[in-house]
């Protein structure tokens, strides 16, 4: 056995290089570091300890050594020794083995459970291990990230396991739940007309985070930021998640669709002072966590026990190399920051005019052209939508989300603000001068209601997730249409059929970069449960056959994305943005009476209209609340007649015909049905 040598501090974590690997560590308050090399996943005993000098094996904070002969796929892990202090922060435990916090490849043995990381005791047979990966190994054939315009931007939630989990989705059953499996699904996400999916956590999560007897299924969960989650792969060998998410970054950039990550840098799966030692808590606690009352609690502001340190000068590293590796290593697009008002909290808490890890991440060259997408609120009450820190950070738009839900509903004074959501939400953004594709529209997400249940249920029905129905929102801006779930009544559901093409037109036809999520465009149900993170079985998975039971649903978003991948591939070639091509136009708000729109307290429905004269085009587009059908006068009539592209309130295959194929509307006026959606086009000389 060749002995290990010094090795150096950088880079950090275990990097592969000539005749063997380098492996670094960073801890402040450690007083010693053991390597340790295993053989398989489930090992008791480690192949090889290495203990590391504190003088000849540390420098500075960094703890480091080179390890002859190892190669890409061993399974490493670590013990770090230091005072156990609770009320001063420091948890040092030698008896429980760590992760990497730089791994890019993560095991987890078939015994693991958090409890074990808790409790008393030497925990190695049942820890996770990491795994060191070389990434100069794999062949990208030529692949490169897409950097896709935002005015070309179509944005489809999902969830890598859920998509294709399901026994009708056509897949072999290997394969699954897998990153190959939603390969194979490629060709449906293509035909949809989608140009983007934006992947709940694939960092590597702690799968029994949740409530006893559940699991958790969305992910937001870390124990890595490096790894991807090694249960989405259908290749058993410890470097197989790496090469399969490659793979299917590889084929989505094939088809012309962008990968955009969910990344929860607010918290970690190690809880609260009650939690598991997987990784950050046990190498340098204080470091990596925001702690209160001297060190002896976990901050919580992210409601999940405990939130990362996230502006400390080390984690502030971390979360960049992390992005850094993502985009370089992995080839993704962008990301999505869960909870991201948490990134602008010091460490006391306090939030920061400034933060440090936002401008780190913005401005670093190696993210330059990334989509940075901030959900910018926290678990504690800050929110920043319209107001978060950066020029070129996009934002779920919070606004949009809760006025297109109450304009639909038909509550009374929301016509006004709806208006502006349509428009880029210029109230939200324009102060700061943004433009409206900094703006992410969506009505639904993983959080909260499905489409077809914000219609089709009052209040939440989260039971099955074992806190007496306590948890998941209880301001759902909903209305079940006059049933509360499932019902047999065809008026009803015929309503609530219209109410999903209406918000699924009004996202669409928005300006900014629209959203939806996985299963809307066939009404997937999640029974009335607004909070469905903790159950990974056929409920919360993609039903295939719905594409038959709501094939109108489906048909209708396609052509609606359709037409929009038209016009945003136009506005490309000139380099127009979608303000820019709208503060261009003629335009003008109307009520049922031309030029007289009512922003009244009472007024349940808007009218507007645009030329576009880039495009030779002008469109009037209606949007009725109102629980009676209204007449709209149109615009004056030209040489060219109005034609029909959408109408809600009809049957299909008449609610959206194709845009070239649209019938011309006769007369002076147009009858707008109750609670529908309409959009007319002619053509301009």
């Known amino acids: 056995m060749t002995p290990a040598r010094t090795g150096q501090p950088f880079p950090i974590g275990s990097t592969v290089t000539d005749g063997g690997a380098n492996f670094s560590l960073f801890s402040r308050t450690a007083t010693g570091v053991e390597l340790l090399l295993f053989d398989r996943q489930d090992d008791a005993r480690p192949a090889r300890a290495i203990a590391l000098d504190p003088v000849a094996n540390r420098t500075y904070h960094y703890w480091h050594t080179f390890v002859p002969g190892v190669k890409s796929g061993q399974l ?3 013990r770090v020794h230091g005072p156990q202090d609770p009320a001063r922060g420091l948890r040092f435990d030698p008896t429980k083995v760590l992760i990497d916090p730089y791994a890019r490849g993560i095991v987890v043995p078939d015994r693991y459970t958090p409890g074990a990381a808790r409790a008393p005791g030497d925990n190695a047979a049942t820890a996770m291990k990491s795994v060191v990966v070389d990434s100069s190994e794999y ?38 739940g897998t990153y190959a499996g939603f390969a194979e699904k490629i060709p449906y996400l293509k035909d949809l007309g989608i140009t983007a999916v934006e992947l709940l956590p694939i960092h590597a999560f702690d799968t029994h985070a949740c409530p006893a007897g559940l699991v958790n299924y969305w992910g937001y969960q870390p124990v890595s930021y490096f790894a991807p989650h090694p249960q989405y792969s259908s290749r058993r060998e410890p470097l197989g998640p790496v090469n399969e998410f490659r793979d299917l970054v590889k084929a989505l950039h094939r088809a012309g669709i962008e990968v955009i990550l969910d990344v929860v840098f607010n918290h970690t799966a190690e809880g609260n002072h009650e939690g598991p030692s997987l990784c950050f ?44 590796y993502w985009v370089t290593e992995m080839h993704v697009d962008g990301f999505r920051f869960d909870l991201a008002s948490v990134l602008s909290r010091d460490s006391n808490g306090r939030p920061l005019p400034n933060p440090p890890v936002l401008w780190d991440i913005e401005s670093d060259p190696a993210l330059a052209g990334t989509k940075l997408i901030a959900e910018a609120w926290d678990a504690a009450g800050l929110y920043q939508v319209g107001s978060f820190v950066g020029d070129s950070w996009k934002e779920w738009n919070g606004r949009f989300r809760d006025d297109a839900r109450d304009f639909f509903r038909g509550e009374p004074g929301t016509a006004g603000r709806f208006a502006d959501r349509m428009l880029g939400s210029h109230e939200v953004y324009g102060h700061k001068g943004r433009e409206a594709e900094q703006s992410i529209n969506f ?10 249940d914000l219609v089709s249920y009052n209040q939440k029905h989260n039971e099955a997730n074992a806190e007496e129905n306590r948890d998941g929102a209880n301001d759902n801006r909903s209305w079940n249409c006059g049933a509360e779930g499932p019902t047999d009544d065809p008026a009803i559901e015929g309503l609530r059929n219209r109410q999903v093409k209406n918000v699924l037109a009004a996202t669409m036809l928005s300006l900014g970069v629209p959203m939806i999520v996985m299963g809307d465009e066939v009404r997937r149900t999640q029974g009335g449960n607004n909070n469905f993170y903790c159950h990974d079985n056929e409920a919360n998975w993609f039903d295939w056959s719905l594409l038959d039971t709501h094939a109108d649903v489906h048909r209708f978003l396609k052509l609606l994305l359709a ?3 038209q016009r945003d591939a136009t506005n490309e070639q000139q380099r127009v943005s979608l303000t820019q091509l709208i503060a261009r136009a003629t335009k003008a708000w109307h009520g049922v009476k031309l030029n007289q729109p009512d922003w009244g307290e009472n007024s349940r429905s808007i009218a507007f209209s645009a030329d576009l004269k880039s495009d030779n085009l002008t469109f009037y587009l209606v949007l009725n609340a109102y629980w009676e059908p209204l007449e709209f ?12 592209w959408i109408d809600t309130s009809l049957p299909s295959p008449e609610d959206i015909v194709e845009w070239r194929s649209a019938p011309p509307v006769a007369g002076s006026t147009y009858p707008v049905g109750p609670r529908s959606v309409v959009m007319l086009y002619r053509h301009t000389t």
Request: aromatic content about 10%.
């Open 443 to 452: 009505a639904t997400c993983h959080d909260g209601f499905s489409l077809n």
């Open 281 to 324: 808590r046990g190498i340098d606690n204080p470091t990596y966590y925001i702690l209160e009352d001297g060190g002896a609690r976990f901050a919580d502001y992210s409601g999940c026990g405990n939130t990362l340190n996230a502006n400390h000068p080390v984690v502030r590293r971390m979360i960049v190399d992390s992005l850094r």
């Open 139 to 176: 062949d990208w054939e030529g692949d490169t990230p897409l950097r896709l315009s935002s005015a070309r931007t179509i944005i489809y939630e999902a969830h890598v396991r859920g998509f294709t989990r399901h026994a009708n989705s056509g897949i072999k059953e290997q394969v699954r």
């Open 633 to 644: 006068e149109l615009p004056p009539a030209t040489s060219e007649p109005w034609l029909r």
């Open 563 to 565: 037409r929009r991948g």
């Open 76 to 78: 490493y892990a670590y």
